[in-house]
């Protein structure tokens, strides 16, 4: 088969065969995907059911903390977390360039196996094009998840109450900078990583302590501030945080400053941002703290009435801004 | 936002869900993507839930007969339809490369709103990525889909058994060949269409006189040969077909000659071949024959326990030959 993709691995013939029976299924080998059938058929747990897609064209693939297959598998299960299903399958679909070297697939592959092992979801089917050299930029992977929502939950970006107190599960910007830093060739000293994560755990956990959980988002494209400006606008309510609660790694704050980014904009891979009624919030945080990918989490703010589909930053220096909705481009391919 | 598609819609930020909002959101309107939450949440009816993905690169994105739009929906109903499931729901993931004409996504949107509609699923989510000029090829879709399997249905690629019989719905290679055609810019008279359609109509046809189809299979990349291979390999069964009964439009076959094809092995985009016991396949032939994209069905073939993972083909001269699986690289991006 020689050491990269050819256009006959997506012929859908004897080529295609062995692409996915060999390399594919060397990693992700499972009774359901082994069934070769047009659909994976799943059993899932009674309730309503949680269906999500995402596209990874990530650029560099492979970066400090993670790769386009860890990232696209966490972000999918993640996705699925948000509103409060416990992810069951996921699909993965590879687009890829002639001349990709069969190493890089190979690595990808395993990254996809470790991440899906680690969040519980099995790979329930998939799918691979080849383009030729020049259509396409060495891999793009899409991940559909679905999951089932337990009976009770009603976690909405338009539920989100005044007097809610707003949780963030870590510190931001670290996948963005870990990204761009890689694209850039930027070598900062103190090695600025990924956060790519899973976060069903953590939700699980959170929703173990109260299913009162009223709106609940992954801060990725866009950044915190894109999130909360969804949730103000879709919920109809006014979001204050306050400034100097929100963490941000001191090197990436650097980062930041040298490349004139703002880190409330830049992308995360492994944190939420929640909303939820005021006597559950320190028992939330709590449950936080101790899962996995949790032990900075902090209460940044509150949920008013006042000031209706706008955030205002308390900032650090004491005074107020209105932290407003990104425009223009700020980080192409950085998920 | 000017005429064509920039950076700043991938941003994650204003342009972002400027894109979503009155682009996107102008076909595909509807309460649930209307939620913005990270995943649709859909009430199923019971039974298993049916998963599947496929990502569409075709070459040219527009082609006599349907577009990437109408391909990506249709292919991703059938692979539900394909294992007896009611199709529900389906997510659009689209990676667009700077520089797409708003035109050709307005065009291609429209297409896949006119053909959810006459598939009745809903699109329930979907994401969009751009990437720059030269890495990607003006638009690649992903759809997934899912659907409910009604209980007593079980078909599978390795259900097929000794004895049935293997209905087709209609000729084959119409697709690939209008796809080259208009590709490599050749102009038969004749005007050869791509048969992409949806065939849950069909399939619901059939399973209303049975539930006894034992493997059903779309014949996209790879052709007849391929599909026929492959449960002629999972079940253990042997198939022989009767090539004079394989219906094949005399232009289609008049191209394929003269590009040095068989259109055994050219792809098909709303078609099915289906096994089930000889006591039935009248009955389902004549629900084929009444359903939409089903007149011109035939039987084409049966099952043997002779000859196991062998597809035998009675020619029309009255020999015979081994049907092989593809391999190498017969038409690539032709989905």
Redesign the interface.
């Known amino acids: 088969m020689g050491d990269v993709i050819?256009?006959?691995h997506?012929?859908?013939?004897?080529?295609?065969?062995k692409l996915v029976e060999e390399i594919v299924g060397k990693y992700l080998k499972n009774d359901i995907i082994d069934?070769?059938?047009?659909?994976?058929?799943?059993?899932?747990p009674a309730g309503?059911?949680?269906?999500?897609?995402?596209?990874?064209?990530v650029?560099p693939v492979f970066f400090p903390g993670g790769d386009i297959g860890s990232l696209a598998v966490n972000g999918t299960v993640?996705?699925?977390a948000?509103?409060g299903?416990v992810p069951a399958?996921i699909?993965?679909?590879?687009?890829l360039e002639e001349g990709l070297a069969l190493a890089d697939l190979h690595r990808i592959l395993e990254s996809v196996k470790r991440v899906s092992d680690e969040a519980g979801v099995i790979v329930?089917?998939?799918?691979t094009?080849?383009?030729?050299r020049?259509?396409?930029?060495r891999i793009?992977v899409?991940t559909?998840?679905?999951?089932t929502?337990p009976e009770g939950i009603d976690i909405?970006?338009?539920n989100a109450k005044p007097g809610d107190v707003v949780i963030l599960s870590g510190s931001i910007g670290d996948h963005g900078i870990a990204v761009l830093s890689k694209r850039e060739g930027i070598d900062f000293e103190t090695g600025i990583e990924s956060d790519t994560a899973p976060l069903n755990g953590m939700v699980a956990a959170m929703l173990g302590v109260t299913p009162s959980i009223h709106a609940m988002?992954?801060p990725?494209?866009?950044?915190l501030a894109?999130s909360l400006n969804?949730i103000a606008h879709?919920s109809g309510v006014g979001i204050v945080i306050d400034e100097a609660d929100v963490p941000v790694k001191p090197e990436v704050m650097q980062a930041c400053e040298m490349l004139g980014f703002d880190p409330f904009?830049v992308?995360n891979e492994g944190k939420l941002v929640a909303f939820m009624p005021r006597a559950k919030a320190d028992a939330v945080l709590q449950a936080i703290k101790s899962a996995a990918y949790g032990q900075d989490a902090a209460i940044i703010g509150e949920v008013t009435a006042d000031n209706p589909r706008m955030v205002v930053l308390d900032t650090a220096v004491g005074g107020r801004r209105i932290l407003s909705?990104?425009?223009?481009?700020?980080?192409?391919?950085i998920c």
């Open positions: 050819s256009l006959a997506g012929s859908g013939g004897e080529a295609s065969r069934s070769l059938d047009d659909s994976a058929v799943l059993n899932l309503r059911v949680a269906f999500t897609t995402d596209s990874y064209v650029d993640n996705d699925l948000m509103v299903a399958a699909t993965l679909g590879l687009i329930a089917g998939g799918d094009k080849v383009v030729e020049g259509s396409a930029d793009f899409n559909s998840g679905v999951g929502v909405s970006s338009s988002r992954d990725t494209r866009g950044g894109t969804e879709k904009y992308a909705p990104l425009s223009g481009e700020l980080l192409p391919r």
